[in-house]
């Protein structure tokens, strides 16, 4: 009997050194609470679409308590695409300042008031966020020059979402920053029927269209990065992300000229 006590003593007292001994999870940087947010504009109606925002709503954001992160347009825009990021301190925030936003009388007064030849937006598309533990801190800041900024959704194959975060986390970033890719932000959604499992959302910056096209000639062909892409994959059985094309997109984007961010 003494003998059983003491070898269970002994396991729990191991078990407990080797989890102290295990390196704990990175404290995440950014812990805010993001929506990326996409609309399509009616045919002919991007720009009055545009200037709804630059002249009201991004003012009105701020005054309830949304943080304006950055608004894009695709460098390729045949559906007529708005894409901008706002930020807020939690869901229950969000949900508040939304409901305050909709009702604030300036705010009908310019929707209805933009809305008077028509509708500007045929389909809006809404994502809710959290940043990955290796995220920068979101900032919605101008860099030195316009930058050419790089939307990407990586779609996992089934249980792979935590194997492509660590590649991003232990190799990725540092190779991105090494051929002057700048790290924006990376987040997972929130919500399951948008990809809480198996979904990995992050923006890129490049100093240029021309800058991008030569980072990412350079970047694959490190072999860094051929050997940290072979061992990832050759631990998970295969590829980390489905079959083209739907594992990864890519969508270059213009800031526009009342972005937080450029």
Not at 21 to 35: D, G, L, N, T
Not at 161 to 168: D, G, K, S, T, V
Not at 169 to 194: C, M, Q, S
Request: hydrophobic content about 40%; some cysteine.
């Amino acid at each position: 009997m003494r003998t059983h006590v003491l070898l269970c003593i002994v396991a729990v007292a191991a078990a407990a050194l080797a989890a102290a001994e295990e390196p704990a999870a990175p404290a995440p940087k950014e812990k805010r609470f993001f929506e990326m947010r996409t609309y399509y504009a009616a045919a002919g109606k991007l720009d009055a679409l545009q200037a709804r925002f630059r002249n009201h709503a991004v003012k009105l954001f701020e005054k309830h308590g949304i943080t304006n992160i950055g608004y894009w347009v695709p460098v390729e825009n045949p559906e007529n695409k708005l894409i901008y990021v706002l930020a807020y301190p939690d869901r229950e925030a969000r949900e508040k300042s939304w409901k305050e936003f909709m009702a604030d009388p300036e705010w009908q007064a310019a929707y209805k008031e933009s809305e008077k030849d028509g509708k500007l937006v045929a389909k809006p598309e809404s994502i809710y966020m959290k940043a990955t533990d290796f995220s920068p801190e979101v900032a919605p800041v101008a860099g030195p020059t316009p930058r050419t900024f790089e939307l990407r959704i990586y779609k996992c194959t089934t249980r792979n979402l935590p194997n492509l975060l660590a590649r991003f986390r232990d190799h990725t970033l540092k190779l991105f920053e090494k051929y002057g890719i700048a790290n924006i932000a990376y987040w997972t959604p929130v919500d399951k029927d948008k990809g809480a499992d198996d979904t990995l959302i992050y923006i890129v910056a490049h100093k240029s269209f021309e800058a991008a096209d030569a980072a990412w000639k350079a970047f694959r062909a490190d072999p860094d990065w051929q050997a940290a892409k072979k061992a990832s994959e050759d631990k998970a059985g295969g590829s980390l992300t489905a079959p083209a094309p739907d594992g990864v997109k890519s969508t270059f984007m213009t800031p526009t000229d009342y972005s937080p961010m450029k």
